[in-house]
């Protein structure tokens, strides 16, 4: 018996049909192995989200006082009167501020002069050294038409003092004139 041309075609033909059938297997079980992956890291960071929340829920607001002084300090500066934010400040950052007015200016000439639309509480932070004294800082986000400002000032603890223990200001948006 003979084999013709055409037979060996049908041969390698049907001995190829295995190898892309199982192939596809693999790419196919390849692909849904990365979409559980995806899956899975989404879970994750959508949980990651509430214990955050959780977190910041956890430290206490400031209290009617610090949240007062926070925010005279920051019309202030925005105002430019230093000489009534200076007596919100305790002694070491204004005495930093006297010898680094220039920083000072900086901070108040960077800040949108309209009103701000929105202001929230972004995130609170207790930071506790052994050879420092505590500091308790929290996040303010004002939001304006063409910028948004984030306001860190930091007190001894929650609840504590309304005196400020250090403050840093960061614009993010269109340059303010």
């Known amino acids: 018996m003979s084999l013709k041309k055409t037979d060996f075609k049908s041969i390698k033909r ?4 295995p190898f892309f059938y199982v192939s596809n297997i693999r790419w196919i079980r390849m692909m849904m192995k990365f979409k559980y992956a995806v899956l899975a890291s989404v879970l994750a960071l959508s949980g990651c989200d509430k214990l955050g929340q959780q977190a910041m829920n956890a430290i206490p607001d400031p209290s009617p006082q ?3 002084a926070a925010q005279e300090a920051y019309d202030d500066l925005r105002e430019q009167n230093f000489e009534q934010l ?4 305790e002694p070491e950052l204004k005495a930093h501020f006297e010898e680094n007015e220039k920083e000072l200016h900086k901070f108040a000439r960077g800040l949108p002069k309209e009103q701000f639309k929105t202001r929230k509480i972004v995130a609170k932070n207790i930071e506790k050294a052994a ?3 505590g500091k308790y800082t929290v996040t303010y986000e004002y939001g304006y038409a063409k910028n948004l400002v984030q306001y860190d000032v930091s007190f001894d603890k929650a609840g504590g003092s309304a005196q400020i223990r250090d403050l840093n200001v960061s614009v993010f948006g269109e340059k303010v004139n």
């Open 131 to 133: 050879n420092q004294p």
């Open 66 to 68: 610090q949240a007062q």
């Open 14 to 17: 049907a001995l190829r049909r």
């Open 86 to 89: 200076m007596a919100h400040l």
